[in-house]
């Protein structure tokens, strides 16, 4: 039997970043995955949606060529060929992945994990289905020992119990992102990250799309003003959206929605229906209760070290219900991985106070920091994107920098806007640093350049903006 320092359980980002800073160390690791290495954001998640966002921008280009000059007659989305691209990156980002375990002489096994009372782990071995949702096992079985666990098991789909699991025409994100074929019409039940991603996907390369929110608006839980600015964007491209409803019932296709203030009732048909309602914890219930391990429904119990109840036992990522953010993981996985090697002492915590947040709608939406409950003395600045040279260059003037400031400080930013993503890491690289707003509107920035608006946004804040005036 084989022993290790350290048993990763997943082959996420999580996963994937503790066993490699381990292995860095000199520990001795070995990763389990149950299907594809990567784990959901490769396979069914960040990679696959972001190439078709791809895809859905350069459609969106071509249809709007002509107010720059270039005419295009005629032109059709080939599905097919969109759904090959992604597969391909999808295949390449996978392939990276397991060069760089291997790289570092990570062992890796494919199977079902199932941890032992003495830390002995016994691997199934099976494989998903190609939507990642069912284990089909061969009966073949190997076990290996681990000093240290570590549970990366990621998330999988929350359903609405009340919908007939059987009928073909309701689908979760990991079956939807797999489709080769585009859907006429998809109506999508929830309004918040995940369903406006897909929103943005399908209403550009073709399909008729529906989003039903249950609470008043879409993305409830970011700044009105986004909420407002993204519905309006969505509806002038065609998208239907129908928020305080309730879905009630879907029958192969016919989803009946209910107006949660007036009662009225009504049909609305699709070919496809996506539940987006969010994501839970994939938790190993039985080999967690065979170790002791404490948990909830909403994921593996563990401390600001990655630790959990039991010695030598460690959760990381989406099990542990603190984030879905991959890139929370990615961090937990580095911190997990240097509190195993440094044994008792020195342990780093994990800090989630700044923790940047991006929509990949177009235009996209990007948050950080946390926007004060009581905002006296607080300064709240909202720029148009209508004042970037940049975008107005290149036309993309749809959106705003909105920036809550105090004492000199950046206190939280929210933005929508064209290559917001990117944008967003300037503020929160500033709340964490704690950088005064002053001294960023000093600092030379490119021009004409997108990234130029956190100075143009600060200069106004000081009453100093010699670009524009609002």
């Known amino acids: ?233 969505l509806e002038k491209k065609g998208v239907k959206i129908f928020v305080g409803h309730e879905a009630l019932s879907v029958e192969h296709g016919t989803i009946r929605l209910r107006d949660r203030k007036t009662g009225q009732e009504k049909n609305v048909k699709s070919d496809l229906v996506l539940v987006a309602i969010g994501r839970k914890p994939v938790i190993l219930t039985e080999s967690l209760e065979n170790l002791g391990v404490e948990y909830t429904k909403k994921g593996i119990t563990v401390n600001e070290y990655m630790q959990t109840n039991q010695p030598d036992i460690w959760a990381i990522g989406d099990a542990t219900g603190k984030s879905i953010l991959a890139h929370v993981g990615i961090q937990q996985g580095i911190i997990c991985g240097e509190n195993i090697m440094a044994g008792k002492n020195d342990l780093r915590k994990m800090d989630y106070s700044v923790i940047p947040a991006v929509i990949y709608s177009i235009p996209e939406v990007a948050i950080v920091g946390t926007i004060p409950t009581d905002e006296k003395g607080v300064t709240v600045v909202k720029v148009p994107f209508a004042v970037n040279l940049r975008a107005t260059i290149e036309d993309y003037q749809d959106g705003f920098i909105k920036l809550w400031i105090s004492e000199g400080k950046l206190l939280a930013a929210q933005a929508i806007g064209h290559t917001v993503s990117e944008i967003i890491q300037e503020f929160a690289n500033m709340i964490a640093l704690g950088t005064p707003i002053d001294e960023v509107a000093k600092i030379i920035h490119a021009h004409p350049s997108y990234a130029e608006i956190a100075r143009l946004a600060f200069s106004h804040a000081l009453g100093k903006a010699v670009d524009f005036y609002l």
């Open 1 to 233: 039997m084989k022993t290790y320092d350290v048993v990763v359980i997943g082959a996420g980002p999580s996963g994937q970043s503790c066993a490699v800073r381990v292995a860095q160390q000199g520990g001795k690791v070995a990763i389990i995955e149950r299907d594809y290495i990567g784990g959901i954001c490769t396979n069914w998640g960040c990679t696959p949606s972001k190439s078709m966002i791809e895809s859905a921008k350069v459609a969106q280009t071509i249809r709007e060529s002509e107010k720059y000059g270039v005419d295009v007659d005629t032109f059709f989305v080939n599905f097919s060929k969109v759904a090959k691209r992604r597969n391909r990156v999808v295949e390449t980002v996978r392939e990276e992945i397991r060069d760089l375990l291997e790289h570092h002489h990570v062992d890796i096994y494919y199977g079902q994990a199932e941890p032992q009372k003495d830390r002995a782990i016994l691997i199934r071995e099976g494989k998903l289905d190609a939507n990642g949702e069912t284990m089909h096992f061969t009966g073949k079985t190997e076990t290996i020992q681990a000093t240290n666990i570590v549970f990366a098991t990621g998330s999988q789909p929350l359903d609405l119990s009340s919908f007939d699991k059987n009928d073909p025409t309701i689908v979760s994100s990991n079956r939807l992102i797999s489709i080769n074929t585009l859907p006429k019409s998809l109506t999508i039940i929830g309004g918040g990250v995940i369903g406006l991603e897909f929103a943005t996907i399908f209403s550009n390369l073709g399909s008729k799309v529906t989003i039903v929110e249950f609470l008043d608006r879409v993305v409830a839980g970011m700044d009105v003003d986004i909420s407002s600015t993204i519905t309006k964007i």
